[in-house]
């Protein structure tokens, strides 16, 4: 079965400081991995996707994420925080095939000015 | 950029009564998706659809929800006599092949039921 933790329900970090948003995940197989972001009132936006290719994984808004198979993580990362990313980052896994994806419980980025 | 649209954004319902959520996937994509968020918990999968059948389908998905698409646009999602707990955001998705591919999620219709 497949699963994801991510290991910190709130994070908050100061405007222009870097963010680190954790992320385990449990899969038997070679697993697809995402993040995605949701503002207020809001959809699920993706931001960036692992795919079985480069282990580090650029996305939108200057996020980047790399996979590590010895750790199983894929943590999000970015060089310095801005207002307008406060929001709920999701981890999400799916195994190869045609299998829903697999939600984490979310993260809560603030960002302080 | 395309984007998944759904409607209503907000809807209040009385329980028992029946509600039908709408939503219009990206035109080109093949495999579609509802899932749901109750408030506070994580996002759940609820129904995968393909080629005008349920390709997948978790444990929430009994026999009061009901998937649709009716025309070559539109998907629905009803549920036949909404319970308090089916208050939640529901949200749509859509996918070019399905596997390996991110979805595009729309905005969600968040559903009370009162």
């Known amino acids: 079965a497949q699963s994801v933790t991510q290991l910190d329900s709130h994070v908050s970090v100061s405007e222009g400081t870097p963010v680190l948003l954790r992320c385990n995940y449990s899969s038997s197989y070679s697993p697809s991995l995402f993040w995605y972001v949701q503002h207020p009132n809001k959809g699920l936006q993706l931001l960036l996707k692992y795919t079985s290719a480069a282990t580090l994984v650029k996305g939108i808004n200057g996020f980047e994420a790399e996979f590590k198979k010895s750790e199983t993580s894929f943590h999000l990362t970015k060089p310095s925080a801005h207002m307008s990313d406060a929001a709920e980052y999701f981890c999400?896994?799916?195994?190869?095939?045609?299998?829903?994806?697999?939600f984490g419980k979310g993260t809560r980025l603030s960002v302080i000015a | 950029e395309p984007e998944v649209t759904q409607t209503p954004s907000h809807q209040v319902t009385q329980m028992g009564q029946e509600v039908i959520l709408r939503c219009v996937p990206i035109s080109n994509h093949l495999y579609f998706y509802w899932y749901r968020q109750i408030l506070g918990q994580k996002v759940e999968f609820l129904v995968s659809?393909?080629?005008?059948?349920?390709?997948?389908k978790s444990e929430i998905f009994d026999d009061q929800f009901s998937v649709e698409r009716p025309d070559g646009s539109n998907f629905t999602l009803k549920i036949r006599s909404t319970k308090l707990e089916d208050s939640a955001m529901y949200f749509c998705?859509?996918?070019?092949?399905?596997?390996?591919?991110?979805?595009?999620f729309g905005s969600g219709t968040r559903l009370t039921v009162v």
């Open positions: 999400v896994v799916r195994n190869s095939g045609n299998t829903p994806l697999v």
């Open positions: 998705a859509s996918s070019e092949q399905g596997s390996n591919y991110g979805y595009t």
């Open positions: 659809f393909y080629n005008n059948e349920i390709s997948e």
